[in-house]
């Protein structure tokens, strides 16, 4: 957990200018699109993550446990995926690269900053490991180190405001911890059975 509070320090700190936005800490980041920020890497960490996921449910299947925290975390994925894209539309908030004023909310159309749908995503991913594993192997709690990066990378890029990525984090615990409460998930459930056993059990 130290790491964590770490990385939500470096999230929340800033020049010590007043922020703005709905906790007060929003201020937009010097512009950064190079190295390990770079939009490109941001966007093969999330590919990588997708493809682990998706990869992991069809090997494993749905009779193991490591197969159902797999399956808890496609349905987390999608479940983050709805729950964000509504608020993107709902709130149209403008985005630091649109403006350097946080308090922007409902301008309409091509304002989707809040909250960040992939800091979203990264945090659904996760969250269902996280929640199955992190008593019998606390080291699981690393991989909240994908939605710290992509929410860091996302503000240096100016696509997001602190409270977009905090908000998109949250967001996808929330969708993590609904996804681990259903018996079978349920995305599981409505595919046909042979799903239930991976492919890594047929070959």
């Keep these: 957990m130290r790491f964590l509070l770490v990385v939500l320090s470096l999230l929340l700190s800033g020049p010590a200018l007043a922020g703005g936005g709905p906790l007060g800490i929003d201020h937009r980041l010097s512009y950064d699109n190079s190295g390990i920020w770079s939009r490109h890497n941001q966007d093969l960490f999330e590919g990588i993550t997708l493809a682990t996921v998706v990869g992991g449910a069809l090997w494993e299947g749905g009779e193991s446990k490591l197969g159902q925290t797999y399956w808890r975390a496609i349905d987390s994925v999608a479940l983050g995926a709805v729950a964000s894209t509504a608020g993107k539309y709902i709130f149209t908030r403008a985005r630091p690269s649109q403006t350097d004023d946080p308090n922007q909310w409902f301008k309409g ?3 989707y900053s809040f909250p960040s749908g992939e800091v979203t995503f990264m945090s659904a991913a996760v969250t269902p490991f996280v929640l ?3 008593e019998e192997h606390p080291a699981v709690w690393a991989l909240e180190l994908l939605p710290a990066y992509t929410a860091m990378a996302r503000m240096k890029v100016q696509a997001h405001w ?7 984090w949250a967001l996808g615990a929330a969708s993590g911890y609904l996804a681990s409460k259903p018996e079978t998930p349920v995305i599981l459930s409505v595919l046909p059975h042979g799903f239930m056993v991976g492919f ?3 070959w």
């Excluded at 602190?162 to 998109?168: C, I």
């Design 109 to 111: 159309g091509s304002h």
């Design 132 to 134: 199955q594993y992190h």
């Design 162 to 168: 602190q409270t977009d990525v905090l908000a998109g």
């Design 200 to 202: 890594g059990k047929r």
